[in-house]
């Protein structure tokens, strides 16, 4: 019988054997890290691990799919978490379908969190959640289909326990076929908990597809649920593809169709029990988001962005003939978001972009004769500085965060005498940009909306939908981008809240600049996710 003494010298050897074994932690750099590892949590029950080796691959499908390198290996259970497992480190089994092989469910995403502490500290290794980048590549085994061994629906059988062939049940672990890494279920028996908070993938400046290349990513820094992969017994195939996630159930509830399987980190990398950041994290969405954001952008330069609630306004005018457009519309932006309290700066545009193509030279200046393609490329570098979602504004972002809340052809009123007090424009700019924040800023703490560089969008150009629209970013395509606000050498009309512009987006011009949004993942009056004991089967 193996006494407590005897299994925590083994956990030591294990331990010091992985220091030995790991690339760059041996003394002569030669013995490879093993295939698998075997944990012993009880005095009959083992847990076995596979080693996932580092690499890359695209994450999620078709057009929401994004470059993923997980720069570090890991180990990652064999199987699902049993409820024999489970009893050894915890002293109960909280399964609604028995059977010490069969995988544990009506479990939490807390549950699943007291499991990988407890056995942490029995084993001393660093046992936890996975991420879900690295679910999803652990899932994926190499394969860029739909399931770990094709896109065919009809394979799915040989795989995983779904609606087809469960019988309304979850089954012991390891019957069907795994996968090309050796792991077993990773297709339905029970959805499998991640350590990440659920969010949308972070959105690239365009503001549709996610974004670009990340490292190692962890989910949003906090949310109301967390993230669920694989499938289960009784989903459909829809459910069970590798890049199907689910984000019904919040870190406390539980459900017969939830369970999870371990990773253990390898020595020498991050060993998080719990998650940390994540994909390029977004603002935080919960009821207490604060009301500013700053990003630090190296080197003593910062930015202040302010936080823009959800709501609806009148989107463009009509009563004004001077005015491309004819026509006004609802429009509804159903999330926060935070934007830029300034254009960008010069400054703050060279600290990321290491030069400055303004015309008029001025640290705190807005940054000018920047394309949309540069401003583009500043959101993506300053979005993987900084892991924040950051992006140019859609129109209607942009148009509802210069309105903030007014109906008038300003963001203070209609008159234009009063325009002098908020913008740099033709009639007081002596044919120059001036620094950021000097004038009147709109009620919701933003400078320089009206005046001083036009701002590019991340909208193509195109005339308006007719109806109600709710985060509208439309059209898909066009030849030019829309920029709005006007600029120092225009009149009060080019300077109105919905007043257009466009030109093609590789075109500079002393004129232009931009701003910048975070996204935030959640609505901050989002209800929290009712906890979930069961389904109707």
Same mark, same amino acid.
């Given at each position: 019988m193996a006494t407590r003494q005897s299994v925590g010298r083994w956990a030591a050897v294990v331990a010091a054997l992985f220091l030995l074994w790991v690339p760059g932690l041996d003394s002569k750099g030669s013995e490879p890290i093993p295939k698998e590892i075997t944990i012993q949590i009880g005095e009959k029950v083992s847990m076995k691990l596979a080693l996932i080796p580092a690499g890359k691959f695209m994450m999620g499908e078709e057009n929401n799919s994004h470059k993923v390198t997980i720069s570090k290996p890991f180990y990652v259970g064999v199987t699902e978490v049993t409820q024999a497992q489970y009893e050894a480190i915890m002293g109960t089994n909280p399964g609604d379908f028995k059977g010490a092989t069969n995988p544990v469910e009506l479990v939490s995403w807390n549950d699943a969190t007291d499991f990988f502490k407890k056995l942490s500290e029995k084993t001393r290794q660093a046992v936890r959640l996975p991420t879900e980048a690295e679910w999803e590549y652990a899932c994926r085994a190499g394969s860029k289909t739909q399931f770990c061994f094709g896109d065919a629906d009809e394979g799915l059988g040989d795989y995983a326990w779904y609606d087809a062939n469960s019988g309304k049940t979850t089954h012991p672990v390891g019957q069907k076929k795994p996968n090309a890494w050796g792991l077993f279920d990773?297709?339905?028996?029970?959805?499998?908990?991640?350590?990440?908070?659920?969010?949308?993938?972070?959105?690239?400046?365009?503001?549709?597809?996610? /974004?670009?290349?990340?490292?190692?990513?962890?989910?949003?820094?906090?949310?109301?649920?967390?993230? /669920?992969?694989?499938?289960?017994?009784?989903?459909?195939?829809?459910?069970?593809?590798?890049?199907?996630?689910?984000?019904?159930?919040?870190?406390?509830?539980?459900?017969?169709?939830?369970?999870?399987?371990?990773?253990?980190?390898?020595?020498?990398?991050?060993?998080?029990?719990?998650?940390?950041?994540?994909?390029?994290?977004?603002?935080?969405?919960?009821?207490?988001?604060?009301?500013? /954001?700053? /990003?630090?952008?190296?080197?003593?330069?910062?930015?202040?962005?302010?936080?823009?609630?959800?709501?609806?306004?009148?989107?463009?005018?009509?009563?004004?003939?001077?005015?491309?457009?004819?026509?006004?519309?609802?429009?509804?932006?159903?999330?926060?978001?935070?934007?830029?309290?300034?254009?960008?700066?010069?400054?703050?545009?060279?600290?990321?972009?290491g030069t400055n193509p303004s015309n008029f030279k001025g640290a705190t200046n807005p940054v000018d004769s920047v394309s949309w393609n540069d401003a583009a490329d500043f959101c993506k570098k300053l979005s993987e500085k900084t892991r924040q979602a950051v992006r140019l504004p859609t129109e209607a972002e942009w148009e509802y965060a210069c309105r903030a809340g007014s109906k008038t052809g300003f963001s203070f009123g209609d008159a234009e005498e009063a325009l002098g007090d908020y913008a740099w424009y033709r009639a007081n700019s002596g044919d120059t940009t001036h620094p950021v924040g000097q004038k009147k800023p709109n009620a919701w703490g933003l400078y320089d909306m009206h005046g001083n560089l036009y701002e590019w969008c991340a909208n193509w150009y195109g005339d308006y939908p007719k109806g109600a629209l709710t985060d509208p970013q439309d059209p898909a395509s066009g030849k030019e981008r829309v920029l709005r606000g006007g600029s120092w050498s225009h009149g009060p009309d080019n300077c109105r809240a919905a007043y257009r512009y466009r030109i093609t987006p590789d075109f500079r011009y002393i004129n232009f600049g931009f701003r910048v949004v975070v996204s935030v993942s959640a609505p901050p009056d989002t209800p929290a996710t009712t906890s979930l004991r069961r389904w109707p089967r």
């Open positions: 990773m297709h339905g028996n029970v959805w499998e908990w991640c350590a990440d908070w659920y969010g949308d993938y972070p959105k690239n400046w365009y503001g549709d597809y996610p /974004l670009g290349a990340v490292t190692d990513p962890f989910g949003p820094a906090s949310g109301e649920s967390r993230v /669920l992969r694989g499938g289960y017994w009784d989903g459909d195939p829809n459910d069970c593809r590798s890049a199907s996630r689910n984000y019904i159930i919040t870190p406390d509830g539980r459900s017969y169709f939830c369970g999870f399987r371990v990773v253990v980190s390898v020595p020498g990398s991050p060993a998080a029990a719990a998650p940390v950041a994540a994909h390029p994290a977004p603002a935080a969405p919960t009821a207490a988001a604060p009301a500013e /954001l700053t /990003l630090d952008l190296g080197g003593g330069v910062s930015m202040k962005l302010v936080l823009i609630p959800v709501g609806k306004f009148m989107m463009g005018e009509e009563k004004d003939p001077v005015l491309v457009f004819l026509f006004t519309h609802e429009v509804t932006i159903s999330k926060p978001f935070y934007m830029g309290a300034t254009e960008v700066t010069q400054a703050q545009y060279q600290a990321i972009m």
